[in-house]
């Protein structure tokens, strides 16, 4: 089991001046913390998979209800990346996510981050989201394209594309209004290159030398210019999406 820090998660592990391949977790929070900003005040919000409740910071002007279905403990089945320690005593309701009890249209907004991929049915999930939502309600989702294994055995979905979303958000009742992608195929190639060494070192025994380190800080320079020149390139691979949406009336 390798622990799962915030920077290993964002692929931020690297001495090389250039941010390529770091932007991950970074990009998605600033936009999390915008789309959060467009729910009205006093509006009721739902956390779906809420965790530790990360991201109530951004939720001062609502009023804040996390949900998790509480059974992971930061330590999973010790198999890809963990995050050591999980602290959900401060969840305000704890239920499988398909299956929330509380009333229809309860909820002005919903927010699921980073989820879906840890659900094994992330269809009912959409179609519980649907039902909690009033009409004209906000719902957030940011999600992986793709992922490495992490918070096993919880971890069904590499990830999603942008056909999942515009496939079944309009038929479980949602009006997409914003499906941005984060990184692009070259970022995402760099967080991994970041992440060689210690890759190596967990798995192989085994460390870059020298001069495999001045190879490694060589290729992510020449991703950093692939990436700036071709932005385009996250149609084959990226992050994971941004997705706001709305019930429709």
């Known amino acids: 089991m390798r622990r799962l820090t915030r920077a290993a998660a964002s692929g931020s592990a690297s001495s090389n001046p250039s941010s390529v391949g770091t932007r991950n977790e970074s990009a998605r929070i600033a936009w999390l913390e915008e789309a959060l900003k467009q729910i009205p005040a006093g509006a009721r919000i739902l956390d779906a998979g809420a965790g530790e409740r990360r991201f109530e910071t951004f939720c001062a002007h609502l009023d804040y209800v996390a949900q998790d279905f509480g ?61 909690l939502l009033r009409s004209g309600g906000h719902l957030i989702i940011t999600a992986p394209f793709c992922s490495l294994t992490h918070f096993a ?8 594309n942008q056909y999942f979303y515009k496939t079944h958000l309009p038929a479980y009742g949602f009006e997409i209004v914003e499906l941005r992608e984060n990184g692009n195929f070259f970022e995402y190639l760099a967080q991994e290159i970041r992440r060689t060494p210690e890759m190596a070192e967990l798995y192989a025994k085994d460390r870059p030398d ?15 210019r692939f990436s700036r020149q071709g932005q385009s390139s996250s149609e084959m691979l990226h992050f994971g999406h941004h997705v706001l949406a709305k019930r429709k009336r």
């Open 153 to 160: 055995p919880y971890h069904f979905y590499t990830g999603f």
């Open 71 to 131: 059974q992971y403990d930061g330590k999973g089945n010790q198999v890809g990346l963990q995050m050591g320690s999980w602290d959900q005593t401060k969840l305000d309701i704890i239920c499988d996510i398909t299956d929330i009890p509380e009333p229809d249209a309860s909820f002005d907004a919903i927010m699921c981050v980073e989820v879906f991929e840890h659900l094994p049915s992330p269809l009912l999930a959409l179609k519980e989201f649907s039902r």
């Open 210 to 224: 020298q001069l495999e380190d001045s190879a490694l800080k060589i290729i992510l320079r020449m991703l950093d």
